[in-house]
């Protein structure tokens, strides 16, 4: 299957069949075929409609959907076509079926029967850097920013925000756990509000693993400030750390929260205390961007070294070397039995062959 798929003139994506390099350490998983987005274009968001069978891929040139089963596009999206801002970093579909798109500056675009909608600071936002979402089961869309979290409600398009409440105001990741309570990961630890009271947890209280490679600490962060930032992880060319930094988090169904730290691997709460697991214990790398729980229960990391599965004993990974198309792996989704990755130039879709 070679799909030649075009993004508005600005970058093609063309799907191209790629055995692995090397024999996958992963078991029977490997890449089965990857989806090129250009040598300087980063995806940073995946979103999978079950209903449609649309997989929706959010870059830093724009957004694509395709089709999940055959592969093809359906659809490109960027300024021309409603989108707000190119740079997309975060992916919703609701159990409505619309898709929420958050934005690096240009707030979120909300796509539903085929009409845009685009909310900014002006309609309540809480700000114009949009980096995380999660629909809790009352319906309403919990928006993570870079300026606190921002509560939405679809059917009034009412906002609500929280700032002063948080650990820290950069908010990168939002789970709803089966109580109905919000996980926030921030840059400075993470945050649970029980729709009463607001928890803090940071590397002081569990959160990130030591420093068992002495990497130099990164200041790289708007902690305590509202500087504007990037998000590269190295200091002088190499890995850095700064664990208080919690870049992604899940709620598992058997209540436990899993979380990916900048530097102190992952991190999960058993409501008591925190376990962490790093590259010591068989994770690819210590830098972890993006954490989802597949169907059968294992769990899949995107790190800086590849992408991780652990399915509560062993640990495999999938790098460079096994086909995918980088090792900074920025976005994980699991999507019925398939897995998909994606990274700096592209897709990665993974198979249990």
């Known amino acids: 299957m070679i799909p030649q798929l075009f993004l508005a003139a600005l970058f093609v994506l063309t799907g191209c069949e790629r055995a692995p390099q090397t024999p996958s350490p992963a078991g029977r998983w490997q890449v089965a075929e990857t989806f090129q987005v250009g040598p300087q274009a980063y995806v940073r968001a995946l979103a999978h409609d079950s209903a449609a069978h649309t997989l929706w891929v959010g870059t830093s040139l724009g957004a694509l959907a395709v089709n999940s089963t055959t592969g093809e596009i359906r659809n490109t999206y960027t300024r021309d076509s409603g989108l707000a801002n190119e740079y997309v970093f975060a992916a919703l579909v609701d159990k409505r079926g619309a898709t929420w798109l958050g934005t690096n500056g240009g707030g979120v675009s909300r796509l539903q029967n085929q009409k845009w909608r685009t909310y900014f600071p002006l309609h309540g936002l809480a700000d114009y850097w949009v980096y995380s979402f999660a629909e809790h089961p009352d319906g309403h869309v919990w928006i993570g920013t870079w300026a606190g979290v921002s509560v939405l409600d679809p059917a009034s398009g009412q906002i609500q925000n929280f700032l002063k409440e948080l650990v820290n105001e950069w908010v990168y990741g939002i789970a709803i756990d089966a109580q109905g309570r919000v996980w926030l990961a921030t840059e400075g630890g993470v945050n649970m ?22 990497l130099p600490f990164s200041e790289n962060t708007g902690l305590g400030t509202r500087t504007r930032h990037n998000l590269d992880v190295l200091v002088d060319g190499g890995a850095s750390y700064n664990p208080n930094y919690v870049f992604c988090i899940r ?50 990391f995107g790190t800086d070294r590849g992408v991780t599965r652990f399915d509560g004993k062993q640990w495999t990974t999938l790098t460079k070397a096994q086909g995918l198309m980088d090792n900074h792996v920025y976005a994980v989704l699991a999507a019925g039995a398939d897995v998909w990755v994606g990274t700096r130039e592209g897709v990665a879709h993974l198979k249990n062959q």
């Open 251 to 300: 709620a598992a169904p058997d209540g436990k929260i899993w979380v990916g730290t900048w530097g102190g691997g992952v991190s999960v709460f058993d409501g008591t205390q925190w376990q962490n697991f790093t590259s010591a214990d068989g994770l690819a790398g210590d830098i972890v961007y993006a954490l989802t729980q597949a169907q059968d229960g294992a769990w899949w």
């Open 193 to 214: 509000y029980d729709g009463k009271t607001w928890r803090a947890w940071t590397h002081q209280e569990g959160v990130g693993a030591p420093n068992i490679h002495n």
